[in-house]
């Protein structure tokens, strides 16, 4: 794995750096950041790694007067969790168009009854129209490119590079 040790930082919009982990979950947050890709990688061991490309929220901007609406410091990231089972999702798309849309990523204590895996954090990603849980030793989150301020959620596709999953933070 690529430790994609960006130093990237953007001080405009508050980014510290270019590539978070688990250790900085209780910085973090994903509400409504937008998932465009979902890949699950198998490794040389024998669990696999979850992939996620999607436009991550660094920073709402509240509005001045005369404005009335929010704009959002929004970069693109590939969010990869390492070491993952138990994996079980749930979709549901009838009331809404095709939106992957995160309300929140919550880490879990483990109530496993097998000794190996106690340790092991339970990740629950809430969605708006779904609904993601798995265990996972822990995951790094690359943001590809320094925040851009926009007047919406998601980045134009053009501007964020199409969909990747590529791991390295900007510089």
């Known amino acids: 794995m690529d430790s994609g040790m960006g130093n990237g930082s953007h001080q405009e919009s508050g980014l510290s750096k270019s590539v978070w982990s688990d250790a900085d979950f209780e910085e973090m947050g994903w509400h409504d950041a937008t998932i465009h890709g979902l890949s699950v990688q198998p490794t040389e061991d024998v669990l696999p790694r979850l992939l ?32 993952v089972f138990d994996f079980e999702g749930d979709l549901d798309f009838k009331v809404r ?35 993601l849980k798995f265990r996972a030793s822990g995951f790094r989150q690359y943001f590809r490119q320094a925040p ?24």
């Open 52 to 83: 996620l490309d999607l436009d991550y929220i660094v920073r709402w901007v509240h509005p001045i007067p005369p404005a009335t609406h929010f704009s959002f410091w929004v970069s693109p990231v590939t969010l990869v969790f390492e070491d």
């Open 97 to 131: 168009a095709l939106d992957l849309e995160i309300d929140g990523v919550h880490r879990l204590t483990s109530d496993d009854a097998r000794p190996n895996f106690a340790h092991v954090p339970l990740w629950h990603i809430e969605g708006h129209a779904f609904d």
């Open 148 to 171: 851009k301020v926009v007047s919406g959620q998601v980045l134009p596709y053009a501007e964020r590079g199409g969909c990747a999953f590529t791991e390295l933070g900007f510089s």
